[in-house]
Every structure is written in structure tokens, then in C-alpha cells.
């Protein structure tokens, strides 16, 4: 038995708020070249109704994935989510989407790994359903940054978007497909360079020196890739199509470069989306399911970086 990728469903907020136009919303001393330059964004979705809550984004991309899986809600064995601007301390997203969902005792529980969620998350529930624990598991990824985001920090606040996307993990009797492996990673003596306090704490925004998250994850996010290839008995050669985490056109291009991939086997999207953070891979992997860029036989590449610091790699053959 193995676990392979049976749908992906996403939410994209349909405001998009170009650079510019964000600038001047938010009264930013920056441009559309800046913003460009450093980091490749050329736009990102907004959340603008403030009754809608990262749980909700959360389920409507659940749903999607379900529905696209054409099962019922009553076969998923359990949530596993992530997020780094839930609605509340606790309980965990998983649980508040579980109910929303309507899916019976469905276990639920989250990651804290804030961007570099998908590589643990997908790890873990592919390792429950090999063992025979859960046929159904959802990881979900759901985030309204624009909500913990320091509008006078243009350093920073530029830099994410709203948006999620769910993977939908289910059992197969093929072992030729599905999870191959993967390689998890951290450093906790580095928190300073990218955290957020309890919510409701004095300074409860995203705090990021981000030259140093920059330095860590152009070097790290090549090393656990390579790592985990290792691990499976693979090399850089058999990689078919690289989807990191969208934080940075810069960082991804890079990455790319010191592991000798050609720009083709590498998907982008961070220009249309910003750092949407838990939620960037499955956006990005939906994505390019949509452009036809995903083949049976293919090994796919996920690799991502978040605060803690945490890093990871994972890998699927699809
Ligand atoms: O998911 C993981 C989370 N985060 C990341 O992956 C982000 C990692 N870091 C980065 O992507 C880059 O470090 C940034 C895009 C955040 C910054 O790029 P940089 O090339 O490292 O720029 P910098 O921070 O060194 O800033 C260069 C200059 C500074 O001016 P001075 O001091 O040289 O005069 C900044 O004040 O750019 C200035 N600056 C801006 N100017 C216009 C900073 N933010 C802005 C802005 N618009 N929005």
C-alpha cells in the first residue's frame, strides 16, 4: 500500500491588488519596480470581507479537493492543516474545518511550520496511510497574511498573499506511485528572523529580517532536496518538475541554478500569488496539474522553508 496525490483543490480570493495599486492603498513608500526586482511578485489575492476566516478559505479549497476526488466527506480518515494567521490560538484549524466540512470524527490536528508546512504534513500522512492508520487524509493549507502583516513594514508586508489549497492523500495498491520520501529539517536557535507572537501579544504581526531568511533558504532548500533524493537512491537527474515553496522568484531561480535544473522543470507562480506561505505548494502543484505539466511516471519535487526555521523536502512520483 502507498499514498499518492488524489486531487488538489485551491481558494483564491478574487481581489487581486497589483503592486502599485497596493502602495497606494496602503500609503507605502515602494513601486511596482522595487517589488519586482527583489522578489518577482507582480500581484496578490486579497481576503476584503472581514467575515470570512481562514477557516473558511480552508474548507472552501477542502471542498474543491473532495469534490474533484468525487468521494463523500464521510471517507476522509483525517485533516492535517497548517497556518501561520489562524482565527484563533486554538483549537486547531484542522478541527474548525473538520466541523465546516461536516466529516464525522475525521481525526484533526495541525503543523506549526508556517511556510514550510507541506514537506511534514505531506510526510505525515503519507506515513499513516502506508501503515495502514487512514485510507482518506486532507492537508490543508489556508492563509489570509494580509491580516498579520505590518502595513508599515514595506519590507516585508509587499512580499505575501491570501489564498489555500488542499491535498487530498489517498491509499493505492500501485506502489510504483505516490510518496517516494523525504528529508525534514530545523534550526531553533534561528526564531528571531521570522516569527509571530501569541496573538493578542503588543506586537502581533509577522516579524522577518528577511536578508537572513533569504541567505538560509537559498542554501538549505537546495541541501534538502538533495538530502532527500539521497535518501530515496535518486539524483537531481531524475527530477521532473521542481515546485518549491513561493516566497521569492530570486530564491527559486537560484535553488534551481545550484541544483543544475533547467528553468522548464521548475514551476513559478509566486508572480501572480506572492508568498501565500502553507498554501503556496498546493497552489503551485494545482497549478500545474491545470497547465497539463503533471505526467503519470513523473517525480515531483516539493521543497519549502518556514519560520522555526524548519525545511523539507518531499517527494512524489505521480
Ligand atoms: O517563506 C519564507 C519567508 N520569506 C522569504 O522567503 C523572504 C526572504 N527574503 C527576501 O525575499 C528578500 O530579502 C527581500 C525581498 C525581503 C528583500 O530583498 P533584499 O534585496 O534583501 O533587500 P534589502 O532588505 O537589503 O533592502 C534593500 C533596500 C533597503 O534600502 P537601503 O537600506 O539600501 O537604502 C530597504 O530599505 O530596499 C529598501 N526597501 C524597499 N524599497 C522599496 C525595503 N523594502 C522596500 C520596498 N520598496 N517595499
Known amino acids: 500500500m502507498n499514498a499518492a496525490i488524489k486531487s488538489i483543490g485551491v481558494y483564491l480570493p478574487e481581489f487581486i491588488a497589483k503592486n502599485d495599486d497596493l502602495a497606494k492603498a496602503k500609503g507605502l513608500d515602494t513601486n511596482d519596480e522595487w517589488i519586482r526586482s527583489r522578489s518577482g511578485i507582480a500581484e496578490r489575492r486579497m481576503v476584503q470581507d472581514s467575515s470570512i476566516l481562514t477557516a473558511d478559505i480552508g474548507y ?75 485510507k482518506n487524509i486532507l492537508v490543508i493549507g489556508a492563509e489570509i497574511c494580509s491580516r498579520i502583516m505590518d502595513w508599515s513594514d514595506r519590507g516585508t508586508c509587499v512580499l505575501f498573499g491570501d489564498g489555500s489549497g488542499a491535498i487530498l492523500l489517498s ?65 537531481v537527474n531524475d527530477i521532473d518538475l521542481f515546485i518549491p515553496h513561493q516566497a521569492n522568484v530570486r530564491i527559486i531561480q537560484s535553488v534551481g541554478k545550484t541544483l543544475g535544473l533547467s528553468q522548464d522543470k521548475v514551476m513559478v507562480n509566486v508572480d501572480r500569488y506572492g508568498n501565500t506561505s502553507s498554501a503556496s ?26 519560520g522555526g526555521m524548519n525545511w523539507g523536502c518531499v517527494l512524489f512520483r505521480w
Open 60 to 134: 472552501f479549497a477542502a471542498k474543491n479537493a473532495i469534490e474533484k476526488a468525487g468521494i463523500s466527506t464521510n471517507e476522509i480518515d483525517g485533516i492535517i492543516a497548517g497556518t501561520m494567521s489562524p482565527d484563533k490560538q486554538f483549537p486547531a484549524l484542522a478541527c474548525c474545518i473538520q466541523a465546516k466540512l461536516g466529516c464525522g470524527r475525521a481525526f484533526a490536528f495541525d503543523i506549526t511550520a508556517a511556510c514550510g508546512f507541506i514537506p511534514p504534513a505531506l510526510n505525515t500522512a503519507a506515513l499513516m496511510i502506508r501503515s495502514g492508520q487512514a
Open 171 to 235: 491509499a493505492i495498491e500501485d506502489e510504483s506511485r505516490g510518496f517516494v520520501g523525504s528529508a525534514l529539517a530545523a534550526d531553533g536557535s534561528l526564531t528571531s528572523i521570522l516569527y509571530l507572537n501569541t496573538l493578542g501579544a503588543q506586537d502581533s504581526f509577522l516579524r522577518m529580517e528577511g536578508t537572513s531568511v533569504y541567505k538560509l533558504a537559498v542554501t538549505e532548500l537546495a541541501n534538502i532536496t538533495k538530502k532527500a533524493l539521497e535518501k530515496a537512491g535518486l539524483s
Open 281 to 306: 505548494i498546493p497552489i503551485a502543484l494545482y497549478e500545474a496539474e491545470q497547465q497539463g505539466r503533471l505526467k503519470p511516471g513523473m517525480l515531483v519535487a516539493m521543497p519549502a522553508i518556514g
